[in-house]
C-alpha cells in the first residue's frame, strides 16, 4: 500500500442539505446522513468529505460560519456528528470535514465584537480607513479597487466605525487577519477540538487567501467591470501562505497524526502546488486545482462565459499535472463538486443514448489517473444538471449576483440563463435521488431546492439494480484502486496527445503496463493501434461496452487493459 495511507483512498463529498433529509423540513440532515452509510460502504469509497455543518447564517450555504464548535440546527447536533463519526469508523471509513478559515460570517461573536474600534478583536479582521481624499461611505472611497468572487466590491462600509472591511466573498463573509498570531491560535485551537472529537482531517476552503500581500493597493482593472480590479494574483498565493500552512500543520498535528488535509486553491499553479504538497516541506497532502475547470470558459473572463471544450486541451492540462507532481506532491483527482456543474453534463453527453456511458467513460480517465480521487454526491449515478429555466428557480448567491449584473450590462435574460445552466453551482446541489418518488427519496415534503425532474430514471434504486449501471463501474473502479499498486503508483504517460475523440494513456509499475482508452464522442472510433500497445495479449480489467474490439471503439466506450510486459 502507498503510504500515507490517503494516497490509496477514493473520497466521497456530501453536500448535506441536499443529501438526505431524516425529518422531513425539505433540508438535509446529519441523521440522513447517517441513514445512507451502507450505501456508501456499498459503493467502496474509505473518506466522507462533508460539506459545511457549523452553526451558520446561510448565507452561502455554511460557508459563512458563526460558530465553529457547534453545529447548525438545520442539520443535527453535535450528538449527531459523534453517531456519524462512530458510524463511519464502525465501517472502515474516515471523516473529514470542511475548514472554511479565511473568512467568517459576519455574525460570528469575533467579527460582532470586532466591529467596536476599541476592541482587541479589531485587529481579527482586516480593516481599512476611507481611500484617501474620499468622505467614507460614498462612491469610490474603498480602501482598493477589488472586486469580490462574487462579484461586486470588495469592501463594505461599516457606518459605526466609518471604516471598510475586507470581503473575497459575501459582504456576510469578512476576510480574518492571519497575520495576528492570536487568529492562528484560536483557529488551531477549534481544529485540535474537532480531532479530538474523532475527525480524520480537513479540506481547507480557499486557504490560499489567508496570506495578503501588504500594504494592500489598487490592482489592474478588469476590462468590462471598470472601475473593479478582479485579477486572482492580487490576492492569492500570499507572502506568508507557506510560513501559515506549515504552522498549522505542526501546531494541529496533521503529518504526525496521519491526518487527511487537502487546500482549495484558488488559480494555484504546478509550481506554488509541488510546494504546497512535498512532503518534506510539512504543509499539505494535496491542493485541488482549478485549470482544468476552466477549459470551457473564455479565457481571462467569467466561468459564465462559455466555451466548448477542446479534448486534447484537456488532456494536456491533466498530463501537466501527472508529470509535475510525480515526484513530489500529489495529485487530487475530481471532476465535480459543490461548486461546480455535473461532469456528465459539462464535459460528457447527457442525452438518454449516451448518458450512462458518458458517465462510465468520464469515471474511467479520472479513477486511473495518479493520485487521490473524489466522488461528489450522484456522481456514481450519472446525475445531471438541474436544468433549471428561470432565475427564480435559483439558490445560490453567486448566480443571482451574476443575474443581477449580467443584466445591468445589458446582456440578455436567454443569454444569462443559458450560462447559469450550464455552470450554475445549483446544478451541483439539487437533492440526491434515491428512488422515483415524487422527491427522489430525498425527502417528503417541498424541498430547499428544486429535484431534478429526470429523477425517476436516474436514481440509486435503479442503479442498484442493474449491474451494468454507473453505480457498480464506479465500484469497480474503486476496488482496481485498492487491489492494483500500478493505479496507485505507476508512472503515467499521456497518448495521442492531439486526437480529438480519444482519450488514451497508460501507467506502468514494475513490468506491467496498465492502458486506459476512451472515446469521448458519439461516434465509432477506430484505434490507431500504431500509436498504441498492442492489446490483443492484454487482460481487459474493466469495459462499458459488452463487445470490446481491439480496434475500434464504440461511441463513449472506455475500457482498462493490463499488459504483462515480460510476456509482450
Known sequence: MTSPWWKSAVVYQIYPRSFADSDHDGIGDLPGIVS??????????????LSPVYRSPQDDNGYDISDYNDIDPTFGTLADVDELIEGLHARGMKLVMDLVVNHTSDEHPWFVESRDP???????????????????????????NWGSFFLGKGWEFDPR???????????????????????????????????????????????NLISKTYPLVDGPVTPGFEPLCYDPSMVTDGPRVEEFLKEMNREVGIDAKELFSVGEMVMVDVEHARRYTDPANGELGMVFTFEHMSLDQQPGLSKFDLKPLHLPDLKQNLALWQDALAEVGWNSLYWNNHDQPRVVSRFGDDSDEFRVPSAKALG???????????????????????????IDEYNDIEAKRFHELALSLGISEWMILIALAAKSRDNARTPMHWDDSDH?????????????????????????????????????????RHELAIVREGRFELMLPDHERIFAYTRQLDGQLLVV???????????P????????????????????????LEPWESRIYLLDLAKG
Request: a negative charge; aromatic letters at 14%; proline letters at 5%.
Open 529 to 552: 493501434t500504431d500509436e498504441l500497445p498492442t492489446l490483443t495479449e492484454a487482460e481487459l480489467l474493466l469495459g462499458s461496452h459488452a463487445s470490446a474490439s481491439h480496434y475500434q
Open 118 to 144: 476599541a476592541s482587541d478583536k479589531r485587529d481579527w479582521y482586516i480593516w481599512r480607513p476611507a481611500r484617501e481624499g474620499f468622505e467614507p461611505g460614498t462612491e469610490g472611497a474603498e480602501p482598493t
Open 440 to 480: 427522489a427519496g430525498f425527502t417528503s415534503r417541498s424541498p430547499w431546492l428544486s429535484v431534478n425532474s429526470n429523477h425517476r430514471e436516474i436514481n440509486a434504486a435503479e442503479a442498484l439494480a442493474d449491474p451494468d449501471s454507473v453505480f457498480y463501474h464506479y465500484r469497480r473502479l474503486i476496488e482496481l
Open 364 to 390: 474511467t480517465v479520472l479513477h486511473m489517473l495518479r493520485g487521490t480521487p473524489y466522488i461528489y454526491q450522484g456522481e456514481e449515478l450519472g446525475m445531471t444538471n438541474a436544468g433549471f429555466l428561470s
Open 36 to 49: 445512507r452509510l451502507d450505501y456508501l460502504k456499498q459503493l467502496g469509497v474509505d473518506v466522507i468529505w
Open 161 to 207: 466605525s466609518q471604516e471598510y472591511y475586507l470581503h473575497l466573498f459575501s459582504p456576510k463573509q469578512p476576510d480574518l487577519n492571519w497575520e495576528n498570531p492570536a487568529v492562528r491560535e484560536a483557529i488551531y485551537d477549534m481544529m485540535r477540538w474537532w480531532v479530538d472529537r474523532g475527525v480524520d482531517g480537513f479540506r481547507m476552503d480557499v486557504i
Open 517 to 527: 482508452v476512451a472515446n469521448w464522442s458519439q461516434e465509432y472510433v477506430d484505434l
